[in-house]
């Protein structure tokens, strides 16, 4: 006798936030890899630091690691989800403070706040998707 696929499928709202995590992954992946990669381009480009580039570059990369982690997870664990929604909020505020007190060109200034907009995009998507599921 086998389950019925409506008794072992994953919940439409838990594979959104699932999806949403893998997604924040990419996003972040791609930035770190890029900074990493092309630190002196992008200080250039930016008018930020070198040094500052370099840890951000890292702290994505460690940012990436829990978002695939907490994505795989079974079940997906609300505490861990809520930590990473706070970590993009975080972000997001620390971008902020960056454009306000670290001299940067116009187009480092249209940078972060774009990307500080993207991540707050991926905040409210996890923390709707993880209001709207399941997890324990």
Known sequence: MTASPALTAVPTSERTLRR???ADALVGLLA???LLAATDLYARLTGLPVPVLRV???LLLGYVVALA???RARPLRRRAVGALVVA???WVAASAVL???VPATPFGVVYVIGQALVVAGFAVAEARSLRDSSAP
């Open 69 to 71: 982690w907490t994505s």
């Open 20 to 22: 949403v995590l893998v």
């Open 99 to 101: 454009v306000v007190t």
């Open 88 to 90: 993009n909020w975080a």
């Open 56 to 58: 951000v570059g890292l």
């Open 32 to 34: 770190a890899v890029g």
